[in-house]
């Protein structure tokens, strides 16, 4: 393993995307926990998480969710690389943003929509980056945070899901999104893990574009 960390450059399995950014606020918690739940240990893309938090505590969410899933789950750090199968959620009261050599930017810069972090920051950053090979996905949450990231998504030809209506604790976020016409796919919350699955591991699955 060690071998792999050669020039500090980003190393990804084969995989038809390199990041999932995922969004959430209210709810957000279990929504969380059950998507990542379900993805198996061998995830080949680099998971990025922005749930809005308290910013007047420390979070325990990265340790609650490593609990809960096969996956590695940690807070962000500045300037780490993202690796394959791990979880990144951002710290209270900070932005994440991605770099394009996949390295994590952590600021403390003005509110966004009232919240820092921001998943409209994290979403462009990750569109900019990784174009067509990356995801978003919003969760349930209040309010509409999200819904500017994933046009962004959408425009460098990533792909867009969204938790649907039934199944969110609050559909202020994922309502927004869906708004805004760059949705790719709407699922119920027991649906995203497996849908997922069929984008980032199964190279030949070409069918699943455009549905």
């Known amino acids: 393993m060690e071998a792999r960390s050669v020039d500090n450059e980003p ?6 995307f390199d990041v999932v ?11 969380l926990s059950d998507v990542l739940s379900a993805l ?3 995830f080949p893309a680099s998971i990025v998480v922005v749930q809005h938090l308290d910013p007047r505590h420390r979070s325990l969410m990265a340790e609650i969710l490593d609990r809960r899933t096969k996956l590695k789950v940690k807070q962000a750090i500045e300037g780490e690389s993202l690796q394959a199968g791990a979880v990144y959620i951002a710290p209270p009261n900070r932005h994440m943003l991605i770099n394009q050599d996949a390295t994590v930017s952590l600021t403390q810069s003005e509110l966004v929509h009232f919240v820092r972090p921001s998943a409209d920051l994290l979403f462009e950053s990750v569109a900019a980056s990784f174009k067509e090979r990356a995801i978003c996905v919003i969760l349930t949450g209040t309010g509409s945070d999200g819904s500017m990231g994933v046009k962004a998504i959408k425009k460098m030809g990533g792909t867009v899901v969204a938790q649907d209506k039934t199944t969110s604790e609050f559909f202020g976020m994922p309502g927004a999104a869906i708004e805004t016409g760059s949705v790719d796919f709407v699922l119920p919350l027991c649906e995203i893990a497996s849908a997922l699955v069929t984008l980032v591991m199964k190279n030949e699955a070409e069918g699943t574009e455009g549905q």
């Open 21 to 31: 950014a995922m969004a959430a606020s209210a709810g957000g918690l279990t929504a």
């Open 40 to 42: 198996p240990q061998d």
């Open 11 to 16: 190393h990804f399995e084969p995989a038809t």
